[in-house]
């Protein structure tokens, strides 16, 4: 399980039950003193005051608006961490995933280019450095028994199949990590 660090006014407003329900309430929502106080069946005034060390403590983030006069209250990061130590995990296995996913269309693009190059070709000196990539790519090609555009192709299908397994784990473990650990 990951780390949480926690400073001493963190612990002290951990230390009750009633404030640990107001986190648990707050998990994923933004709500304002009276949308918190009926869900909690709490007084506004003890509720307030749990919400000041809360937000002292920095677990919980205050959103106040000009000109308005309703206060919005929410998890800040280290709230939300305490709650669902396993979110920066799944954000960097969703963006690797989403990387994979990137440099497979790349790979296979630079498949089809290569492909659409060879069949209708380009400019007569382009050409040139064509026919003479491909003789370089048949001699290495029969030495490897593949050219440069399979390597594309092979590349782009494991960059696929890596972005399938990513997926399937990143959504895995979001599923794990929604219930709070709290």
């Known amino acids: 399980m990951p780390k949480v660090m926690l400073d001493k006014n963190a612990f002290k407003a951990l230390a009750s039950d009633t404030r640990l329900n107001i986190l648990r309430t707050l998990d994923g929502k933004k709500m304002g003193l009276n949308d918190i ?13 749990h919400l000041t060390k809360l937000h002292e403590a920095g677990l919980v983030k205050r959103k106040e608006r000009k000109g308005y006069k309703w206060v919005y ?29 990137f440099f497979g269309i790349i790979g296979l693009f630079n498949f089809f280019m290569a492909k659409l190059e060879k069949s209708y070709g380009s400019d007569m000196i382009f050409k040139t450095i064509s026919e003479t990539e491909d ?4 001699v290495g ?7 440069q555009n ?11 199949i890596l972005f399938s397994i990513f997926f399937v784990i990143s959504i895995s473990k979001y599923k794990k990590n929604i219930t709070q650990k709290l």
């Open 37 to 49: 106080s009926n869900t909690s069946n709490l007084n506004k005034a003890t509720l307030h005051e």
């Open 73 to 101: 209250y929410k998890l800040s990061w280290k709230g939300e961490n305490l709650l669902h130590p396993d979110n920066n995990r799944i954000v960097v296995m969703f963006s690797v995933t989403l990387i994979t996913l």
């Open 135 to 138: 003789t370089i790519n048949q």
């Open 141 to 147: 090609g029969e030495i490897l028994g593949i050219s």
């Open 150 to 160: 399979q390597i594309f192709l092979y590349f782009s299908i494991v960059c696929f």
